[in-house]
């Protein structure tokens, strides 16, 4: 019996000795079109006409606080931050080493003092002075970062 042998998705899946009926392929023909449509229409996998930018480059100036929030305009898959006119790593004032560009993803917890949780990007600031270590430096006061956020 083809009911009580299903595929993961739900489908029947018939052995060799039974006997498929109609109404066993109208069942699995509305299951593949509700799976496919709802696929089809989750815009978070799929671009669609109203939203043809896969991607959005803006800046913001740091404000110096440990961290900052960023409001997104859709939720990314990837971010990319960093200051602008400096390398990725670079001397802080202070003569500690900074990090001044990083990914951000939502898979990730935290990386290199980013944080990327739906809409919301977090930028870091860490205030530490050791000059044996690289130190989060995407919320400098009053310094001009861009981002490049992707879907």
Wanted: negative net charge; aromatic residues 8%.
């Amino acid at each position: 019996m083809s009911d009580q042998n299903k595929t993961s998705l739900g489908l029947h899946n018939w052995k060799p000795d039974d006997k498929p009926v109609r109404l066993d392929f109208v069942q699995d023909n509305q299951l593949l079109d509700s799976l496919l449509t709802a696929h089809f229409n989750d815009n978070s996998r799929h671009r669609n006409a109203d939203d043809p930018v896969p991607m959005t480059i803006n800046s913001y100036i740091g404000d110096g606080k440990t961290q900052q929030i960023i409001s997104l305009p859709f939720a990314a898959r990837l971010v990319l931050v960093y200051r602008q006119n400096l390398s990725a790593v670079g001397v802080r004032t202070g003569g500690e080493l900074g990090a001044y560009c990083g990914f951000a993803a939502p898979s990730e917890r935290m990386m290199a003092g980013l944080f990327l949780d739906g809409t919301s990007l977090t930028v870091m600031q860490d205030a530490g002075t050791s000059t044996t270590k690289v130190h989060n430096s995407f919320n400098e006061s009053n310094a001009e970062y861009e981002y490049i956020a992707f879907r």
